[in-house]
């Protein structure tokens, strides 16, 4: 993989909590004890409960997900040397395994978050408030945004009843030996009845509005260290091999503006 040409920001913890402080959110902890044994959501706001789940590990990197996923396809591919496992080209014949294996970590997410916004409703008499996981794809980068929202959405439908809507949140950034491209990619889907959360919007305008000034900083003062601590890798590549088979991924093409 090519060094990173830029430090694009990370969308983090404190990033979100900037912001719901902006929208007027007020975090669980400011105004309620922490009841020992209990879990809580991150933030309550008018109507809204809210948790807050970042994934900043690429699950394909795990051995024995990539085991599990390398039994799946080598049963299809007996003689092959090399099979692309792009998310989007699984065979239909083990997409219901594969997705369930590559999913593991954001149902982990979800099922969290729905136990957090639960307790939260219980714990604060919030019965009509609506129960939303806004979760932030750092570094999954196996899976593309549409990929993400689409595995969130199945999980929480799945695995949830107190998530009404999930809010995504992927930045990607793509690569090339000249030229980059970064999206910051924020949607959001309803779970639950009701198909309208009343704060979709304006997330969505702080959270472009913050991403963008925060591209702006970065190209300002780019040797800046700080923002090389942090920064968010590109998307590359993923590559393993499992009994002589090489297993691929392939990082989306870049086109060259110079060619």
């Not at 902006?22 to 948790?51: C, M, P, V």
Request: charged content about 30%; glycine content about 4%.
């Amino acid at each position: 993989m090519n060094q990173p040409m830029f430090s694009i920001p990370r969308i983090s913890e404190s990033f979100i909590e900037g912001i719901a402080i902006s929208l007027g959110w007020k975090r669980y902890l400011d105004i309620k004890e922490q009841i020992e044994g209990r879990a809580n959501a991150d933030f309550i706001a008018e109507g809204s409960i809210i948790e807050l789940k970042i994934l900043e590990e690429e699950g394909l990197e795990k051995a024995y997900r990539q085991d599990n996923l390398a039994s799946l396809f080598c049963h299809l591919s007996k003689n092959a040397t090399e099979v692309n496992i792009d998310f989007d080209s699984i065979p239909e014949e083990i997409s219901h395994e594969a997705e369930k294996l590559i999913a593991k970590p954001i149902q982990k997410a979800v099922k969290k978050a729905s136990k957090q916004i639960r307790c939260t409703r219980e714990d604060m008499n919030l019965t009509q408030s609506k129960g939303i996981l806004l979760i932030i794809n750092n570094g999954y980068k196996y899976l593309t945004s549409d990929n993400f929202e689409y595995l969130v959405k199945k999980c929480a439908l799945k695995d949830s009843s107190q998530i009404d809507f999930v809010y995504c949140v992927t930045v990607e950034y793509h690569q090339g030996e000249f030229d980059s491209f970064i999206f910051c990619i924020t949607r959001c889907h309803f779970i639950g009845e009701t198909k309208t959360w009343k704060y979709s919007d304006l997330i969505e305008k702080a959270i472009q509005s913050k991403f963008s000034e925060s591209m702006s900083q970065m190209m300002k003062d780019q040797m800046n260290p700080e923002f090389w601590r942090s920064n968010l890798e590109p998307v590359s590549d993923i590559v393993f091999e499992r009994e002589g088979v090489r297993y691929i991924r392939r990082a989306p093409h870049v086109p060259d503006s110079r060619s």
